[in-house]
């Protein structure tokens, strides 16, 4: 489960085009935060991703990356052109087939081989149409589904949705939001070949029905268990209240929220999932946002700030440039629990915070958004400086936001519990943390 966001220049308060996601997992599933530079293939190689191998093309991009740590693909990314991309799980009529490129594989091969948003889209969907999509998603459950795609770069974006072989695109103007489910109806731009010839022939549009894709291709009884349009659609509200022109921060509160609701909990089975992700039990909001992602994209050059962390209600956004990485995202997480990575060591807070997450957000929020507009402020001066000055602020910047992360350790740590957590929620924590071996 995931929610992305665009805003097209001509709606930003920065005059370049803003994109954000939040990137929900398995709560155990660690987010990794790498770049890759650009490099050359030779005239044969080969590509392993993360179910099939394909052919390599000659040259790929550099790359800044957020994915789980065990697929090849990436749940939001950007290149050295200046393009952005990231997916969505969508859940579609379409007949499941032999195991094919993960929707996160064609993020990381468009993102590898585009130049503009264009581009990428076509490279997402010819790849789509000679591969196919589809195998095992999930590292602890049976998951498969079909994929939606927010493709942008500095002077356009697009909403790329697809079922099987077959897609849609539109193109955005002002923004736009996609989250778990199908939301492209009859307003598209291009189409595949078959994208309604196939439904129709299958019974599932009627001969007076529109070429409407979400009519013919959602499954219903999945998309409506993940909450999938009620996100999507608090997502369109939020950027509808927002001051117009939309800035940074107000993608930030988006990725931030938990709904209108002061008395919200994470441990209350009976809300569906918030935008800002927190697991319940494995059957009922199984997922949590285990990393996410603002990009300011620019022709000059696009800034970044990731949190590489679960919960972003929680985390600093720490600023990034391709060729900027802050060393502190290393070492990479892998599935067990470490002391020196950064997405386990944040966990001790997260998970540890969670019967109190309320009362410490209360606590935190206004210094959290306040060091964050800091980030944004301080990044958005560098753009233009040299690689190595970028890389000693980059530096600088994460290390100030670790010492942040700890002062809100040391404020949990007096912050009295009000109330008892439910018992059946503190028990599936409880045993998700013995399997990873975390102990908070």
């Not at 022939?201 to 999945?222: I, M, Q, S, V, Y």
Request: proline content about 6%; glycine content about 6%; charged content about 25%.
């Amino acid at each position: 489960m995931c929610d992305t966001v665009v805003v097209t220049p001509e709606a930003s308060a920065t005059g370049t085009l803003l994109f954000a996601k939040n990137s929900d997992r398995e709560r155990n599933e660690a987010h990794q935060v790498l770049s890759l530079p650009a490099a050359r293939h030779g005239p044969r190689a080969r590509l392993a991703c993360t179910r099939i191998e394909i052919e390599q093309v000659r040259e790929t991009r550099a790359l800044l990356l957020a994915k789980p740590y065990w697929i090849w693909g990436a749940e939001m990314g950007a290149n050295d052109a200046g393009v952005v991309i990231g997916n969505e799980a969508l859940f579609t009529q379409a007949t499941a087939g032999p195991d094919a490129l993960l929707g996160m594989d064609l993020l990381r091969l468009a993102l590898e081989r585009a130049e503009t948003a264009q581009e990428a889209v076509n490279w997402i969907t010819g790849l789509l149409e000679r591969h196919g999509q589809g195998g095992l998603a999930a590292v602890h459950r049976d998951l498969r589904y079909d994929n939606g795609f927010i493709v942008a770069d500095p002077t356009e974006a697009w909403v790329l949705e697809t079922a099987g072989r077959q897609w849609v695109a539109r193109r955005v103007q002002g923004f736009a939001a996609i989250s778990n489910a199908v939301s492209i109806t009859t307003d598209f731009d291009a189409a595949s070949a078959e994208a309604f010839s196939e439904p129709r022939a299958r019974g599932w549009l009627g001969a007076g029905d529109p070429d409407d894709f979400a009519l013919a291709w959602t499954d219903p009884e999945p998309t409506a268990r993940g909450n999938g349009p009620g996100r999507c659609r608090r997502s369109l509200d939020l950027l509808a209240r927002c001051s117009h022109p939309i800035g940074p921060q107000d993608l930030l509160t988006i990725l931030r929220d938990h709904g209108d609701d002061a008395a919200w909990r994470p441990d209350d089975l009976s809300r569906p999932s918030t935008l800002c992700m927190h697991a319940a039990l494995d059957d009922w909001r199984p997922s949590q946002t285990t990393g996410a992602m603002l990009s300011i994209v620019d022709a000059r050059r696009s800034s970044h700030f990731l949190t590489g962390t679960a919960a972003p209600c929680l985390s600093p956004f720490r600023p990034a440039w391709i060729d900027a990485l802050p060393s502190g995202f290393s070492p990479l997480p892998s599935a067990q629990a470490d002391a020196s990575s950064l997405f386990w060591r944040h966990e001790r807070l997260h998970r540890r915070a969670l019967d109190r997450l309320p009362e410490l957000l209360a606590e935190i929020a206004v210094e959290r958004d306040e060091s964050d507009a800091l980030r944004i402020a301080i990044a958005q001066s560098m753009r233009d400086a040299p690689q190595t000055e970028r890389q000693q602020v980059a530096e600088q910047v994460f290390v100030a936001a670790e010492a942040q992360v700890q002062s809100w350790m040391q404020r949990l740590d007096v912050l009295p519990r009000t109330r008892d957590p439910d018992p059946n929620w503190q028990a599936a924590w409880n045993e998700h943390s013995k399997r990873c071996g975390l102990t908070v």
